[in-house]
């Protein structure tokens, strides 16, 4: 009995250990997309942390916080999938152009702080309080207040 405890015991803590996240300041632990992205849209930021997120079946994502703050998130290929600016703005090149418009005409004043995408489109918070939601090609579906 006591060895397959402790059989189990040494399992669960290889698991847990392959598991382990990484931490470092070095962009080169990035996949080059992320690495590009950074140096485009913020070509001056310093990045505070970036967390290298193991998954259990080889799934990794990243997850980058910038000195000012700001955090961004890249799936394993190095495409963002969130951009959280906190207070500041989400860079222009990083909102599709129809989303943009739709902001400019709706909500004028008021700027995207936060942008999230997945498989079925858009999430962008505005400076406001108001969530809206589009699709992948950028048509409008929803809103929330916070």
Known sequence: MKKIIFTLLLVVLGFGAANADKYTLDRSALP???????KEHFPKAKVSMIKVD????????????LVNGTKIEFNKAGK????DCKKREVPQGLVMK???RYVTKNFPGVKIVKIEKDFKGFEVDLSDGVELKFD??????????D
């Open 54 to 65: 193991r998954h259990l079946l080889k799934k990794t994502d990243y997850d980058v916080k």
């Open 80 to 83: 963002w999938t969130s951009v």
């Open 32 to 38: 080059e997309e992320a690495q590009q992205m950074l």
């Open 136 to 145: 992948r090609l950028g048509t409008f579906k929803g809103a929330d207040v």
């Open 98 to 100: 129809p989303i943009q």
